[in-house]
């Protein structure tokens, strides 16, 4: 079974003059599809774009696999990242192991991730943690970034304290193959260390080593995690747009922000267990899309995420009577692993006995299917990813399709989806401010900025 996409209610037959006509989209595609296309394909090629072959790589799997055996025992699994290097890992054990994961009794480690410099976050995790039980997975694409350095000096130092002996076993890297500081430090300690592909991003490396190890050591199949990214290729490599969802999704994203002024992509699971995929897309979409084109306009669409049922009774009013600036996107999950039946309680209540005998599953799915009936009944755009159950193969599903959508959204709005400079330009000014050598000019400049802004405080 694959997840599917369902767009009837972005277009003009079904939400009038706020949606897209169906031969537009055709007549889009028809001059332009093949040519955005080439140019992925080309860069899938030349090895420029990496994330599209990661499902392939059996090396990976099996180093990986071997390395499992090491860690049958361990308690905890501590995930040191962030941005890309932490928010794919959340989402594969919320969707896989469940949002109770640490709280069940599965026999499978906890995992943690020390992703912000928040102080008060890491005392607690401090508390929480026997080093000696205690994988920590330090990740990091560049080797430098300050919140991620930060949490691996501190959780260093906690081992060396309480665990010396357990450094060299108990801490596994993955970084670049040769840049960055932690890289130096691998070798020098001696530990395991995996590879971010040179050529995959942050926000695109969940399927390599960035999101695998993690995965692996609290009990998610990744094989079948990449079967499922591996089926989705077949069919989104296709250059056909009624064929392909991820170009369909991507063509409807870009038409209605060009001719509709849609500019926000709300993503709206209808599963907690699937609501930090959103956070994941959120990374994606933003530091993917929302760049200078090749004219020197600024472009972008604001991604925003939704929970349902839970935004029914918070977002879903400004979806249906706010300003025409939306599509919405569900995700209906087809068949819950677990079933919840609401039990014949209370059945003397008439506001109430019409849930009795009934189950969680359908009233969540009724839910979804009550709010795209009305946000199509305000001609208010909307389509549908259809999941058909959350394992590992249709997750893997799910991470190549909006990979690749973001990917060609990046070609229909001219734009380099891959680079990143307004996040490094943050990165550069945290050196400056915490005082790094060889941003002092950096520093000096931000201090006379500060300095001639008049304060407003209250
Ligand atoms: O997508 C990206 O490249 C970024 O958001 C990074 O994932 C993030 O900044 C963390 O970078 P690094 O893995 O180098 O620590």
Request: with cysteine; aromatic share 8%; glycine share 6%.
């Amino acid at each position: 079974m694959t997840i599917r996409y369902r767009f009837e209610n972005s277009l003009y037959e079904n939400v009038g003059d706020k949606g897209l006509k169906y031969d537009d989209i055709l007549s889009y595609a028809k001059e332009n599809l093949e040519r955005h296309h080439k140019d992925l394909l080309e860069k899938r090629k030349n090895k420029t774009l990496g994330f599209f072959d990661l499902p392939y790589d059996k090396e990976l799997v099996n180093k990986i696999n071997e390395l499992k055996k090491k860690y049958i025992n361990i308690k905890n699994v501590v995930v040191i990242g962030i941005g890309g290097s932490s928010l794919g890992n959340i989402t594969l054990n919320d969707a896989i192991n469940g949002v109770y994961h640490n709280d069940r009794d599965t026999g499978l480690p906890k995992i943690y991730f020390a992703d912000n410099v928040d102080p008060e976050k890491m005392a607690h995790l401090l508390e929480i943690l026997d080093p000696k039980e205690t994988v920590f997975n330090v990740i990091t694409k560049s080797g430098s970034t300050a919140e991620t350095m930060t949490n691996f000096m501190v959780l260093y130092d906690f081992l060396q304290e309480n665990a010396p002996e357990k450094i060299k076993e108990n801490l596994i890297i993955t970084t670049d193959k040769e840049n960055g500081n932690l890289v130096k430090i691998a070798a020098k300690l001696g530990l395991d260390t995996f590879v971010v592909p040179y050529n995959v991003g942050g926000r695109f490396s969940v399927l390599s080593s960035v999101g695998l190890v993690p995965a692996a050591l609290t009990g998610v199949d990744i094989e079948k995690l990449l079967q499922g990214a591996a089926d989705m290729d077949k069919i989104c490599s296709v250059c056909d747009i009624e064929k392909n969802p991820a170009y369909m999704a991507a063509l409807i994203h870009y038409l209605l922000y060009r001719d509709k002024d849609v500019n926000i992509n709300v993503l709206m699971p209808y599963a907690d267990n699937l609501a930090s995929l959103s956070d994941w897309f959120r990374q994606l979409w933003a530091e993917s899309l929302g760049k200078i084109d090749n004219k020197g306009k600024n472009v972008g669409i604001t991604p925003a995420k939704s929970v349902g049922a839970i935004d029914q009774h918070s977002q879903v009013q400004l979806y249906i009577e706010g300003p025409f600036d939306k599509l919405i996107t569900f995700i209906e999950v087809e068949k819950f692993r677990n079933t919840v039946k609401i039990p014949e309680v209370f059945t003397e209540i008439k506001g109430l006995n019409y849930l009795c005998g009934q189950t969680l599953d359908t009233l969540i799915n009724n839910e979804k299917k009550a709010t795209e009936i009305a946000l199509t009944s305000e001609n208010r755009p909307n389509t549908s990813i259809i999941v058909p159950v959350i394992d590992e193969y249709h997750v893997g599903q799910l991470f190549y399709m909006l990979e690749v959508m973001t990917a060609f959204a990046g070609e229909l709005f001219n734009i380099d989806a891959f680079d990143q400079p307004g996040v490094e330009a943050g990165k550069v000014a945290t050196y400056a401010l915490m005082g790094r050598e060889g941003y002092e000019s950096k520093r000096k400049e931000i201090e006379k900025e500060l300095k001639n802004k008049k304060q407003r405080e209250m």
